[in-house]
């Protein structure tokens, strides 16, 4: 896969100004990167801490023939390739640290229990055909969480601060990429098994928040299109949003 390295000091998110360029038909690959973000966004509306010079924010366009139900796929590959980046390009230092790494449905890249990044997909489709997908990585490189919000810092964490030295940024999107490649090359296979092994999640007692609801029962399974199954005392339940605690 061909990247078209577009770099911008501050943006407000780069999945705005990528999904500009999607509409004025920039091609595949092109992949918009900022320093910082003032309007950094996540899943369910949330705000992404973006602070200046410290974490990757990265925007990909992509422009794959997939169908609707397999969108769910490149949320998975964008968390696989962070995964693969830590666990093959810093394999020592996980290991000396004895840092565990995980992913959580459906989105989130933990170490130790914290999360190291976040992966959010926009998409446009007309009808069943998707005309393109704004897939965006957030990575924790040196990110310190001192004027973070309380929660953010009681469950975030960076590569900095698991590994106890400072990172190059550019090497490590570099390395992120490069996985991001592979991973994108290899659809249409379906990525599922291989993001299924990486959950923590499943096998695992879950309380899930989905909106009102809370769904509470043992993880099972991740269907093709990514939605997780709870067995719960009234039977199975099929989530397809929400949060896993
Ligand atoms: C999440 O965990 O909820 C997803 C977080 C995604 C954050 C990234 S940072 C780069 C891109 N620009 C944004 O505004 N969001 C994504």
Excluded at 108 to 136: C, F, N, P, Q
Excluded at 172 to 193: C, G, K, N, T, W
Aim: charge should be negative.
């Amino acid at each position: 896969m061909h990247f078209d390295l577009i770099r911008h000091p501050v943006v407000t998110s780069t999945m705005d100004v990528c999904r500009q360029l999607a509409e004025r038909d920039a091609p595949e690959g092109t992949v918009v990167i900022a320093g910082e973000q003032t309007a950094g966004r996540g899943r369910a509306g949330r705000v992404w801490f973006s602070p200046p010079g410290q974490s990757l924010f990265v925007s990909i366009l992509l422009r794959p023939q997939l169908a609707p139900c397999q969108i769910g796929w490149l949320t998975m590959i964008g968390a696989l390739a962070v995964y693969e980046m830590v666990n093959e390009e810093l394999s020592d230092e996980k290991a000396q640290s004895s840092s565990q790494l995980t992913i959580k449905w459906f989105n989130d890249v933990l170490l130790d229990g914290r999360k190291l990044a976040g992966v959010l997909v926009e998409t446009s489709l007309t009808g069943d055909w998707l005309d393109y997908a704004v897939l965006g990585i957030g990575l924790n490189v040196n990110t310190r969480f001192d004027d973070a919000p309380e929660e953010i810092r009681r469950r975030a964490t960076s590569l900095r601060e698991a590994f106890r030295r400072e990172f190059d940024r550019e090497a490590v999107l570099q390395s992120l990429l490069r996985m991001f490649s592979i991973r994108y090359e290899a659809l249409p296979a379906s990525p599922v098994a291989d993001y299924a092994r990486r959950l923590d999640t499943l096998g695992k007692r879950v309380r899930l928040s989905a909106g009102e609801e809370i769904v509470e029962g043992e993880a099972v399974r991740v269907e093709e299109d990514g939605a997780l199954i709870v067995v719960t005392e009234k039977g199975e339940r099929v989530a397809r949003f929400g949060d896993v605690a």
